[in-house]
């Protein structure tokens, strides 16, 4: 669940980003959309309690993030949100499970290797575990990314640009992954794109049930 109102953020010497208000329940998807520049990056930002809004309130799995200090912002970020970022800052010096066991280690959890495994099945990446990340091809990466996102089973997957420089197909893989493992975990998903085809993709492959939520920016002004 999201819940956001009055949600405005101000970079320090920049213009302030408004943000509209929404309400997503748990479990379903919401498509942050809109325009480079608009303030995409920066709303996931907010939502994963990386930085403070300026203005407003929002409630994320249940919790105020307002009322969380930075160290209390940690620790909930590392067990509620499971974030592909755009970039995928994969260690190269280590390898795939190697990766995955830091992702634990920096979330306070001792390394399960038990639960790394079956991440990386989840997503079809399991032999892939001893490579490097210069080893894998850019959709075993992004994969990767994917399980070490959703590691401890977060409640909230955020997306950012998950099908930047993919072609159609590979777009296809990337969205029709991002559902499957939220809909295996019942997270809420938030998949922040400028890419029209993103909703294209996300209409038919949704359950009639899970009717897509929608948050559209606009470029400030
Ligand atoms: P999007 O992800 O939709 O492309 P961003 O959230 O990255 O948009 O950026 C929104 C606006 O905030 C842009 O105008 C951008 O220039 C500005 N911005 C982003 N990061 C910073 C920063 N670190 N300092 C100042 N301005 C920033
Ligand atoms: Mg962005």
Redesign the pocket.
Known sequence: MIDTQGLAYR?????Q?NFPDVAVPQGTVLLLS??????????LALVAALVRPTAGQLTVAGQALNALNSVAADAWRAGAIGFLPQKLHLSAALTVAQNLAVAQWASGQAEDPVAIRSALAALGVAELAQRKPAQLSGGQAQRVALARAVLQKPQVILA?EPTASLDDEAALDAVQLLLATAQAQQATLVI?T?DARVAALLEPALPAANRLHRLQ?QR?V
């Not at 809109?34 to 709303?43: A, N």
């Open positions: 970079y320090p010497g920049g213009i980003l809109g325009p480079s520049g608009c303030g995409k990056s920066t709303w950012d922040a400028h920016l400030p």
